[in-house]
């Protein structure tokens, strides 16, 4: 049964289905507060996400799909892009050094995998048909190749080594020292490059294999897409600022 509180007038009573409670909030007072800057002159070393590239990968897909209970009308599509994998893989170096064994990446192929996620709305009768929904998820993989001019910000890589020292053999110099070696290795840990996603458009032409008449319904459903899919891919770096009164 409605709730009547509320009047026209002082007249008629207005129904208002479907009440919830509500409860009053009190207002605080606020007021501006002063932070704590560094001063003037201060460079501090801070490490933050640098955006290495910002690239749109074209993915296209075909697939087919089978409607159970049968379709009269395709209503509405939905779509979303959920990535599973975005690796940069590096593949040629700057010769010049930034640091000991740290170059620039000139060169990269970014990996990308993933699935296109669809809900699809449909009719199943051509008057009084009930709307039915089904969610299927389309995968999708490849790479993309980032040349120089891609790049905002070269990503960095650091090199690790390894190396083996022989002795000569005391009782006979003209043959090495199978006993006795000497190890060095060093361990450069870098940051994994990783990608965000920025935006998705969609091009997609959904159709029966076998075309219907008006009055007929289909179980298969044919779909080609296109998506322009815009990846930033980023790397943690530290970076110098100056602060500034």
């Known amino acids: 049964m409605s709730q009547q509180n509320n009047t026209n007038n002082g007249d008629c009573p207005i129904g208002i289905p479907c009440q919830v409670t509500a409860t009053p909030l009190t207002p605080f007072t606020d007021e501006k507060a002063e932070p704590c800057v560094l001063g003037c002159g201060y460079k501090p070393v801070i490490k933050v996400p640098a955006v290495i590239a910002e690239t749109t990968i074209q993915i296209c897909v075909e697939t087919n799909l089978e409607l159970s209970p049968a379709a009269s009308e395709i209503k509405r599509v939905y779509k979303d892009v959920f990535l599973t994998q975005c690796k940069l893989v590096p593949v040629d170096f700057d010769e010049t050094e930034l640091c000991p064994g740290v170059r620039n990446v000139t060169r990269a192929k970014l990996f990308i995998a993933g699935f296109i996620r669809k809900d ?18 389309v995968p999708f993989s490849g790479y993309a190749d980032l040349k120089c001019h891609d790049f905002i910000t070269f990503p960095i890589l650091g090199a690790s080594s390894e190396s083996r020292s022989r002795f000569v053999n005391p009782k006979n110099s003209e043959i090495p020292r199978l006993d006795k070696y000497f190890f060095e290795n060093s361990v450069y840990y870098n940051e994994q490059p990783y990608g965000e996603l920025v935006s998705a458009k969609f091009f997609e032409l959904d159709f029966s294999p076998c075309p219907v008449d008006t009055d007929e319904t289909f179980c298969n459903l044919r779909e080609k897409i296109v998506c322009d899919l815009t990846v930033k891919v980023l790397q943690l770096r530290q970076i110098r600022i100056n602060s500034l009164d």
């Open 120 to 137: 699809i709305e449909y009719a199943t009768g051509s008057c009084d048909g009930v709307i039915r929904d089904k969610i299927v998820n």
